[in-house]
């Protein structure tokens, strides 16, 4: 296999609580377990030699290699052509249907012969606690058990496996028709039972189990816009990153890839940021999908403190899925990074950061989702009263920022944005549902905020709102102002804005997030165009009636798109895919692009004038 391949050159397969990853080449190199935030049992991705993997492929290099999802699904099929014949891996797992933490985890990895025959090779080679715990192998009635402290794998097949040290190999030749089958059963519970043995028949019937759970699942989405496609890969991949057991939804399923290969902008994503999450509630609602966007806010709601001051914020900007505010960061030396690209980290450390954005995409959420958000009761709105009381102290003080920087604290345009938000729609809420709450004070921190934006973000000379207060660097992050009402989508002000970000922003309309040159973050080398950033650029150019650019930056934006439609954090210089990955962020910006290009596409069509969102909503 390639030493390294491509990060976008993978599909994910999960089961709703972890999810790994498998290469073109049928190669899975990544998997932690039991959970998304759990420690890894392969990860050759960040590391080749040291990382462990499981591979099930064709031996040899002669194959061409095409990768595909079932139709609707999360079922991931690989397949390898040569002139001696085609053969193809599915690898799926079966999804959590309980809602309950479970320390068993199945991946499922068939093969079958096409046409002509094909041998397939197995090699798994499982390296525990991020390849820093050693294990055992033991070999009995052909099944591999790997243990090591705290977790034990069985690898079941149905043709011979043999030992490889502490290893396991096999090889089995089909004829067309025959399939082939290796299970591997995690459990992180001690002295679990061995899993039941396995055969074709049975396997084929778990996978089509899970085909049949995925495709119930999309045929309930209320989309019939122009890119079902894409809409529904994403929709797919959001619900693939959500922990079914708390409806919390982690950044990305993998910790560790680079922003620039070679440099040290390599974090773990492998948590719920309360931002991403928030504005995920939005683009599942659009879907139809209310009962995943229910979860989050319940979630959401009980994450809010009864109590905080200037010491403790009543929410941090992540945590666990499970709500475990705990994430030391530290540094996996041991690793050499994909590609070389160091320190891989664990963990992470801007979880102590201020970002006072939070409170506006949290009331957003719950503003969005009202009815959902109003199932919390009266004590459920105390909690969100309280918080409000808060950011009225506390509104006014410097962050670290949306984007998470290391350069110290600044008065960031965005959050006093988002902040605004929060008193705008905590305001709306107690008005819509007669709750008591503190309005002569929320409605003058509210107002306070737009006329301390407008005069200290703006800057004359570029027309422009800016990254922070006494700056000139642009932020693409304020691409999301006409979405929240903070500006109508078309007021001088806001056209000038978003021109602004054109010009220095804007590459073949992919966006860029900040210019780190011009604004120091704190950390060394560059990244990439930010993918979420492309779709909020497509939704302000809709908003603001600019259909043309905005339908063909959309459009365009769709050849980034890995093979099987997926999308990391990042797009580098030379159209790589670079960042975690797959990440939700991007995925729900897709969503909520989607949605606003079709609703303005189909008011242009029917000659209406457009209003910036479908009747009913609280957005403007």
């Given at each position: ?188 519970a001690p002295d679990a039972p061995a ?280 932020d693409a992050s304020l691409l999301l ?140």
């Open positions: 296999m390639e030493r390294y391949p491509a990060i976008a050159d993978h599909g994910v397969v999960g089961d709703l609580q972890t999810a790994a990853l498998v290469s073109s080449e049928g190669v899975v190199d990544w998997f932690p377990a039991p959970r998304f935030d759990s420690p890894s049992i392969f990860a050759a991705l960040l590391d080749h030699e040291r990382g462990g993997h499981f591979r099930f492929a064709p031996e040899g290099r002669g194959s061409t290699c095409k990768q595909l999802y079932y139709p609707d699904t999360a079922v991931l099929v690989t397949r390898f052509m040569s002139p001696d014949g085609v053969g193809e891996v599915f690898d799926c797992m079966p999804p959590d249907r309980t809602g309950t933490p479970s320390d068993r985890h199945v991946l499922l990895r068939g093969a079958r012969a096409v046409r002509g025959t094909v041998r397939f090779d197995l090699e798994c080679r499982p390296r525990f606690d991020y390849a820093r715990a050693a294990h055992t192998c033991d070999l009995h009635d052909g099944t591999a058990t790997f243990r090591a402290p705290g977790v034990t794998a069985h690898l079941q097949s149905t043709f011979p496996l043999h030992r490889d040290g502490d290893d396991a190999r096999g090889t089995v030749t089909l004829r067309t028709g025959q399939l082939a089958c290796a299970v591997l059963t995690v459990d992180a899993p039941p043995p396995v055969t074709p028949d049975a396997v084929a019937e778990r996978f089509w189990e899970v085909v049949d759970f995925w495709q119930r699942w999309v045929r309930t989405s209320h989309y019939r816009g122009r890119w079902p496609g894409a809409v529904h890969r994403s929709a797919i991949t959001l619900k693939l990153l959500t922990y079914a057991p708390t409806g919390a939804p982690v950044a990305a399923a993998t910790m560790g890839l680079p922003e620039q290969v070679g440099g040290e902008r390599n974090w773990d994503y492998r948590y719920t940021w309360v931002r991403d999450g928030s504005l995920s509630v939005r683009a599942l609602l659009d879907l139809g999908f209310a009962e995943e966007a229910a979860q989050f806010t319940r979630w959401l709601g009980d994450r809010l403190q009864p109590a905080a001051d200037d010491r403790h914020e009543p929410l941090q900007i992540m945590y666990r899925v499970d709500g475990d505010p705990d994430l030391p960061e530290e540094v996996l030396s041991h690793l050499e990074g994909y590609r070389g690209s160091a320190p891989v980290r664990v963990g992470n450390a801007a979880t102590d950061q201020l970002q006072l954005d939070i409170y506006g995409e949290a009331l957003y959420a719950l503003s969005e989702g009202r009815e959902i958000a109003m199932r919390a009761g009266y004590h459920g709105w105390k909690n969100l009263a309280r918080t409000l009381d808060w950011l009225a102290d506390s509104w006014d003080r410097p962050d670290e920022g949306i984007w998470e920087t290391r350069g110290g604290r600044k008065e960031f345009t965005f959050s006093r944005m988002m902040s605004w938000v929060a008193f705008d729609r905590g305001l709306r809420l107690a008005a819509a549902y007669s709750r008591p709450a503190d309005t002569v004070r929320w409605t003058a921190a509210r107002d306070a905020i737009l006329e301390q934006v407008m005069q200290r973000g703006w800057d004359a000379e570029q027309r422009a709102l800016v990254q922070h207060y006494g700056g000139a660097v642009l102002l006409p979405r929240v009402g903070f500006l109508a989508p078309r007021t001088e002000s806001w056209l000038s804005t978003l021109d602004a970000i054109e010009r220095t922003l804007v590459s073949d309309s992919l966006v860029y997030r900040y210019d780190p040159l011009a604004s120091p973050d704190g950390l060394r080398g560059s990244e990439g165009t930010f993918s979420l950033c492309t779709f909020l650029y497509v939704d302000a150019l809709a908003r603001a009636g600019r259909l043309r650019p905005a339908r063909y930056a959309f459009e365009k934006m769709q050849t980034y798109a890995n093979h099987v439609g997926l999308f990391a954090e990042e797009i580098g210089p030379g159209g790589e895919q670079l960042g975690n990955f797959p990440q939700a962020f991007t995925h729900l910006s897709l969503i909520m692009a989607a949605t606003t290009l079709d609703d303005a596409l189909d008011r242009q069509r029917d000659d209406e004038p457009w209003r910036g969102g479908p009747p009913g909503r609280l957005s403007p």
